[in-house]
């Protein structure tokens, strides 16, 4: 039985790719991001914030309340969710300061 065509190559190159696009850099690694050494809460806050700024738009609320959570936030599962990206916002402000 022959070998399968792909091969160590092959999966090397599709995760450096993988790396590169995850780091948002033209053939950087994840951990060369330059918010590779803040904690994970603080980088989905800032995507959240980025994304929102960039015209998106939060699809799951219940993933903006765990982010708002991750931050130390009291998040009802009640509030709006402009309300909650507002004080996600604020916290990020207060945690760059």
Do not use: Y
Request: aromatic share 4%.
């Amino acid at each position: 039985m022959s070998s399968p065509p792909h091969t160590l190559q092959t999966w090397l190159g599709w995760k450096a790719k993988v790396s590169a696009w995850l780091g948002g850099r033209d053939g950087a690694s994840a951990s060369s991001a330059p918010d590779a050494d803040c904690p994970v809460e603080l980088r989905r806050a800032r995507d959240l914030i980025r994304a929102v700024d960039a015209g998106g738009l939060p699809l799951n609320p219940a993933i903006v309340n765990q982010i708002g959570r991750g931050l130390g936030l009291e998040v009802s599962s009640k509030a709006p969710i402009d309300q909650t990206i507002e004080r996600i916002r604020q916290a990020l402000t207060r945690a760059t300061a």
